[in-house]
């Protein structure tokens, strides 16, 4: 379990049912952390008894959490198995990958240019640097994220919010990729280079740049999944 994890969600006590709803939203809020941080691995049973117990929340909060997370698509209960970290379907990743291409491209191509609006999406590149440097490659695939989202910011907030269960999928799908660091680092520099593309050329140049990337990045983790027996 995670650090964000190790403390207790709050002391379950009888409450009303506005309490025990805010719960739940703690409890899925922290099991889903540890899901897309890869302590919970994707395809891995979650324990009920383990998880609820370190959250200390009783055993049907924690089940209206894991419902909350299967509405997102994160996690599947198998009858008579249990709760699982959902492993998205080669399907779900090139499904992903055209909404992706379709969202943040556009919202790029709006950039009119210049450096002014591009702070927000400089700064995840700083924060990846870091993580890079420190070999954090989790980190630098949080980063990652941070950076698409901040690039999709640049059309429309709404459409942020909208976004967020597309990358929460991408998520899973990258911790199918066998070598993190090969893959995260070379997008690292191409994350640089559209950022610069947006800057001095325009928006654009700038989609233009990462619809080539979404594209090979789309090749690379359904190689992956193709090598792990996913296909």
Known sequence: MSAQVSATVDPEAPSTATDQAGRARRAADHVRQDILSGVHRVGTR??????????????NTLREAFRMLAEERLVVHQLNRGVFV??????DVSELYDVRRLVECAAVATHPGGRAGLERVAATLTQADRAARAEDWVGVGTADI?????????GSTRIVALMQSVWNEMRLAFHVVARPDAF?????????AILDATADQGGPAGAAMLRAYLDEAESQV???YRSRGFA
């Open 46 to 59: 979650l324990s009920e008894p383990r998880i609820s117990h370190d959250l200390g929340v009783s055993r």
């Open 86 to 91: 959902r492993v998205p379907t080669v399907r």
């Open 146 to 154: 941070d950076f698409h989202r901040e690039l999709t910011a640049l």
């Open 184 to 192: 995260h680092g070379s997008y690292l520099t191409r994350n640089h």
């Open 222 to 224: 359904l190689e992956a």
